[in-house]
């Protein structure tokens, strides 16, 4: 089984950046296609980005596409994404999701928090 962490959220002002990291343990990141979530209080789970196991598929939203990326070292067992442009609407708490295959994830992260302020 595969533990996933976060970490790199934050306050930032609109219009700045921030990097998130999603580090796997137990199992190497390369067994994994892996995604990113946002949920906001009072709003269902969103959908962020995700990439393929060799990073050569990615998909996103078109609420966040131009503005954040993803991307992943396998060596490292990392996925990041890179977030710029923020905007208050992307306020929300960030998780990090592993599975076997695309839109079906097996493993979440507890989530880092992402506040951006007008």
């Known amino acids: 089984q595969v533990q996933l962490v976060e970490s790199g959220g934050g306050l930032v002002q609109a219009g700045g950046s921030l990097r998130l990291s999603c580090t796997t343990s137990g199992r190497a990141a390369s067994n994994y296609v892996m995604g990113w979530f946002r949920q906001a209080p009072g709003k269902e789970r969103e959908f962020v980005a995700a990439?393929?196991?060799?990073?050569?598929?990615?998909n996103y939203p078109d609420s966040v596409k131009g503005r954040f990326t993803i991307s992943r070292d396998n060596a490292k067992n990392t996925v990041y994404l890179q977030m710029n442009s923020l905007k208050p609407e992307d306020t929300a708490v960030y998780y990090c999701?592993?599975?076997?295959?695309?839109?079906?994830?097996?493993?979440w992260g507890q989530g880092t928090q992402v506040t951006v302020s007008s």
């Open positions: 999701a592993a599975g076997f295959r695309v839109l079906s994830y097996n493993y």
């Open positions: 990439i393929s196991r060799s990073g050569d598929s990615i």
